[in-house]
């Protein structure tokens, strides 16, 4: 759609490309820190709202 | 107040252990504050929609008053609904959650109090400045710039008082409920900000720096991101505190909160584009919007998952909790919303459904189902406790629900056929080739009874507000207000060599989490708008395309006061549907001077992009005078003050200066001489009126708007 522009707007895949690979790095970089995760500390955050953490 | 017991034990060599008990007090009447004006405003708020929706129905009851006309209290509607009732509900939420998963009273009182007042003056201004036309035209950013201001202080106070409190915690964690919180804080003061530049031609009336394109992306951007930080992120907040709360169990999965918040801020940003599709906005920029959306399923599916497998094996207490019910409801209703909105987002799919009744049914999926019914959760779960009671009846909190989850299905089910069905008989044509429905206004009384059916719908949900409203009153009535809620934390303070608390290293982390948001949501905004600023030299300019004359400067100003926009599109798609029934469609170079943009997101009424000389002066003079006059069975309101107001030129040069400064071409000589220029060609409209035996004073507002619908999209035809 709108050739009329395109023809005018090159070299704009390239932000496509840059967009998605930006958003996989992202991604698979907070996927690895969730997986090294100390499981005691997501049980400690987990129930910081119900106060059982504060019960002793 | 505070109560210290000190146990230390020794850990390493030269590091210590300090275990203190702390007494201290929630502060309540903020929260309670924030939650009587929420159900207010809700009341307001919801009025005015179902004011708005007959209105469709009974024009009449536009009474032929400028002031409750449905151009402007569309507007009061969605900002009251948005701002004011779902605002100071989130408000509410926070500031009771914020407190217990931080464990300590609120940073300051004085801010929570600057908050709570500010926020309800700016409500107040809305209140006033909207019905009396006073707008920027642009969705959910209508106030005019002294209030843009005054927002953006007020949320700078909420977010002093929201980060001071997390840095001043006593949990020496931050819960995820609170990321969601400071993601809110941080994107909706970078949205508002960015969206709302604007150049002030008078007190009450400024341009947008932005024009045409570049106006219409900054804006979906910022509308795109409202509903994502205004209207979703806090939620989900809430959600993660108030539901574990509700169901004495912790969330399902804390990895998957952290993931899909990540992934949520991170995707959302991008998405804007979407809301112009098939525009004169870059193929690339709508590309990208739509690869955004579609991805945007799955953090939001992860919310919802995660939310509903909290309930995994608590089933049982949801058939008997009503709280619960209508958190199960929402929920839904987010995932409902979050999964169409994706769909929405394909161009063909968006084809059909942009422009029509669909997208306020998708819209009306998330603000009645996920943001009205947590709300309505939360109220039913907080009242009680706020007021150290129970709840005054539970049977009537579900009659409640049922009025409002049949409301809301009421409500939907025939917006979402009268989009569907228009949206197909705006494209179908005959065998012959031409339209089957050629007139614009044949597709609209088609819809008219299912815009009465939503009514219907409306009066259901308002309804079972009601209902809650006296169940919420009579249970504050048999408790008593506890204003300040004692408590006490255990606080455990690890001291290491150097006699410093490490509990200072997590003071940073609100920061570093403000920082990392922050990052996070910018970088969709860079790599989207910068390119698109660029544009403007690629823009491939039109050289017949000229400024406005004085007087259609005027008119265009009172197209915006009237708030034309909410039912006019000037936005014709390149469909061979459109531009049989429109004209040619429209290019990004014939917008060049328009600060605002005025694409509109809404055909209640038909396309005004090329409505330059498509009728006579005469045919608009009635038209705007009593639509039915030229128009049986149309349900535009009727304009008649325009034939009698005096046209206020006293800011046309004022006005003239601003465009010039945000580069339209007008020359001084121009500016200048622009009462004479305008005076002229408000004669020679006068005049064509007179030889259609039509009196009227060449100084009066219908003049001018005149010249401005005459002038729509002409420019091109001179090529």
């Given at each position: 759609m709108f050739k009329q522009h395109l023809a005018g707007v090159t070299g704009f895949d390239a932000y496509l490309i840059l967009s998605l690979l930006i958003f996989l790095l992202f991604f698979i970089g907070i996927a690895v820190r969730l997986f090294f995760f100390d499981k005691k500390e997501i049980e400690y955050l987990k129930n910081i709202p119900l106060d059982k953490n504060f019960d002793n | 107040m505070e109560q210290t017991t000190v146990l230390t034990a020794p850990m390493a060599a030269k590091e210590m252990i300090e275990k203190r008990v702390e007494q201290f007090e929630y502060d309540n009447t903020s929260v309670r504050n924030f939650g009587l004006a929420t159900l207010i405003f809700g009341l307001v708020g919801m009025l005015v929609g179902l004011t708005v929706a007959l209105q469709l129905v009974f024009p009449v009851l536009n009474f032929d008053l400028p002031y409750t006309t449905f151009g402007r209290i569309r507007p009061l509607h969605t900002n009251a609904i948005i701002f004011a009732f779902v605002g100071n509900g989130i408000f509410a939420g926070i500031y009771y959650s914020l407190q217990r998963v931080c464990r300590t009273r609120m940073y300051s009182d004085n801010l929570s109090k600057i908050h709570f007042w500010g926020w309800q003056l700016i409500i107040l201004s809305a209140a006033i400045t909207l019905p009396l036309g006073i707008t920027t035209s642009k969705e959910y950013a209508e106030l005019e710039w002294p209030i843009d201001i005054a927002i953006a202080l007020i949320w700078v106070v909420f977010g002093i008082n929201l980060i001071g409190t997390i840095i001043k915690r006593r949990e020496k964690h931050i819960y995820v409920a609170a990321w969601f919180y400071i993601a809110t804080f941080v994107t909706v003061a970078i949205l508002h900000i960015f969206n709302s530049f604007a150049f002030p031609v008078s007190f009450l009336k400024s341009y947008s720096v932005y024009a045409g394109v570049q106006d219409a992306l900054v804006q979906w951007w910022y509308g795109h991101n409202a509903v994502a930080f205004f209207l979703t992120t806090p939620f989900l907040g809430m959600m993660y505190y108030f539901l574990p709360k509700m169901a004495n169990r912790p969330i399902y999965s804390y990895k998957l909160s952290i993931l899909h918040f990540w992934t949520l801020i991170f995707l959302y940003i991008w998405a804007g584009p979407h809301h112009l599709l098939y525009s004169s906005l870059p193929d690339w920029v709508q590309?990208?919007?739509?690869?955004f959306s579609v991805m945007l399923i799955a953090p939001s599916w992860g919310g919802m998952i995660n939310g509903l497998l909290t309930l995994r094996g608590a089933w049982d207490k949801v058939s008997e909790d009503v709280t619960l019910k209508f958190m199960v409801?929402?929920?839904?209703?987010?995932?409902?919303?979050?999964?169409?909105?994706?769909?929405?987002?394909?161009?063909?799919?968006?084809?059909?459904?942009?422009?029509?009744?669909?997208?306020?049914?998708?819209?009306?999926?998330?603000?009645?189902?996920?943001?009205?019914?947590?709300?309505?959760?939360?109220?039913?779960?907080?009242?009680?406790?706020?007021?150290?009671?129970?709840?005054?009846?539970?049977?009537?909190?579900?009659?409640?629900?049922?009025?409002?989850?049949l409301g809301i299905l009421f409500y939907a089910i025939p917006m979402y056929w009268a989009g569907f069905m228009q949206g197909l008989m705006w494209q179908e044509f005959t065998p012959e080739g031409v339209l089957r429905y050629p007139n614009f206004l044949e597709t609209v009384t088609r819809v008219i009874p299912l815009y009465a059916a939503r009514s219907v719908g409306g009066t259901f949900y308002l309804a079972g507000f009601l209902v809650m409203l006296y169940n919420l009153a009579k249970t504050a009535q048999k408790g008593s207000f506890l204003a300040n809620e004692k408590t006490e934390a255990t606080v455990y303070t690890k001291i290491d060599h150097k006699g410093e608390y490490w509990h200072k290293v997590f003071e940073n982390r609100p920061i570093l989490l403000m920082i990392s948001s922050l990052i996070v949501v910018s970088i969709g905004g860079l790599v989207q708008i910068i390119p698109t600023l660029l544009i403007k030299s690629n823009i491939p300019t039109i050289a017949s395309v000229q400024p406005y004359t004085p007087l259609e400067l005027e008119g265009r100003d009172l197209y915006i006061k009237e708030g034309c926009n909410n039912c006019h599109s000037q936005m014709i798609r390149p469909f061979r549907s459109e531009t049989e029934r429109y004209g040619t469609y429209s290019k990004s170079g014939e917008y060049i001077y328009d600060h605002p943009f005025l694409w509109g997101s809404k055909r209640t009424g038909p396309d005004l992009m090329r409505q330059g000389g498509?009728?006579?002066?005469?045919?608009?003079?009635?038209?705007?005078?009593e639509s039915t006059s030229m128009s049986p069975g149309s349900i535009m309101p009727n304009y008649a003050w325009l034939l009698e107001n005096e046209l206020d030129i006293s800011n046309t040069q004022a006005k003239m200066k601003v465009m010039k400064s945000l580069g339209v071409p007008y020359s001084d000589t121009r500016i200048n001489n622009a009462r004479n220029e305008l005076k002229e060609q408000a004669d020679a409209i006068t005049a064509n009126l007179k030889a259609e035996k039509i009196e009227v004073k060449p100084d009066r507002e219908i003049i001018a708007l005149i010249a401005y619908l005459q002038r729509l999209g002409t420019d091109v035809k001179k090529e």
């Open positions: - | 590309s990208l919007g739509v690869v409801v929402s929920l839904t209703a987010y995932g409902m919303a979050t999964f169409e909105g994706p769909l929405l987002s394909l161009k063909s799919i968006n084809a059909i459904a942009h422009f029509t009744d669909w997208v306020v049914a998708h819209v009306h999926v998330g603000a009645l189902g996920f943001n009205g019914f947590m709300l309505f959760a939360i109220a039913y779960w907080l009242v009680p406790r706020l007021y150290n009671t129970n709840l005054y009846s539970k049977s009537l909190a579900s009659v409640h629900f049922w009025l409002g989850t498509k009728y006579p002066h005469a045919w608009h003079y009635f038209h705007l005078r």
